[in-house]
């Protein structure tokens, strides 16, 4: 990661934004609508245009990671109405009484899809210093389709705790040692809304680089903001 304490450093190429930017487009799609403009216009010369992310595989993979992040969040509510209870009080499931996580995993192409949901252990609320923890399920994950991973912080923390941050590194490291230095590895967290409102996404990422260097320190300010509507490549 490029320098995680200057995010005017980090190229932003997925489907994100930092504070007071927007969404990307891709395709030539309208960022409004989603359409494509029926009149050709001539574009702006000061205006920057984004290249159609599909059409690159390096673009791509990146932005199917990202649509991946973002539908992990319809997964992580439908474990909690699973659960039930106090994950979904009144019927209405919610992130905010335990963590909730998957790996991310490479598929055919430049697709990126999710394993399964594992939920952990339920809030203490009688301990105001509970922090939530989870051991994510690694079944059909190996260090050839290993992406990354998307979990979520009950206690609306955007940042990354040390000891996710660890684990990402290991998971990582395993993942690079086995010849993947060219590749970029993703941690996407669900920042639950403490008012009860929509959960935001955040992501973090590592990577290319050698499997024989220092790890990166864990970020200390908040990686952009995921659309939530992002959308895989076609």
């Known amino acids: 990661m490029t320098n995680p304490t200057n995010p005017g450093d980090i190229s932003v190429v997925g489907q994100r934004r930092w504070p007071g930017g927007s969404f990307p487009g891709g395709g030539g799609k309208d960022e409004t609508t989603g359409e494509v403009p029926e009149t050709e216009e001539l574009p702006d010369p000061l205006e920057e245009v984004m290249p159609d ?14 649509a991946a992040g973002a539908e992990s969040v319809d997964k992580f509510l ?14 209405v499931p919610n992130l905010l009484n ?10 055919p192409g430049q697709s990126v899809s ?11 609320r009688t301990d105001p210093n509970w922090v939530s923890t989870l051991t994510i399920d690694p079944t059909g994950v190996t ?23 660890n684990s990402f590194m290991i998971n990582n490291d395993q993942a690079r040692r086995s010849g993947r230095t060219d590749e ?6 669900v920042v639950a809304d403490q008012n009860g409102g929509s959960p935001t996404i955040r992501v ?24 939530p509507d992002a959308q895989p490549c076609p």
């Open 53 to 66: 992310p599909c059409a690159d595989s390096v673009l791509a993979a990146v932005w199917n990671a990202d």
């Open 78 to 91: 439908l474990k909690a109405a699973e659960i039930g209870f106090a994950d979904a009080p009144n019927g």
């Open 98 to 107: 335990r963590e909730f996580g998957s790996f991310l995993i490479r598929g």
């Open 114 to 124: 999710t394993g399964p949901v594992t939920a952990g252990p339920v809030r203490d």
């Open 143 to 165: 260090t050839a389709n290993y992406q990354g991973d998307v979990h979520s912080h009950p206690n609306g923390n955007p940042l990354p705790s040390q000891e996710d941050w």
């Open 184 to 189: 970029t590895f993703y941690m996407y967290i």
């Open 204 to 227: 973090y990422q590592d990577g290319p680089r050698a499997a024989n260097i220092p790890d990166p320190a864990r970020p200390t300010t908040e990686g952009p903001e995921v659309n």
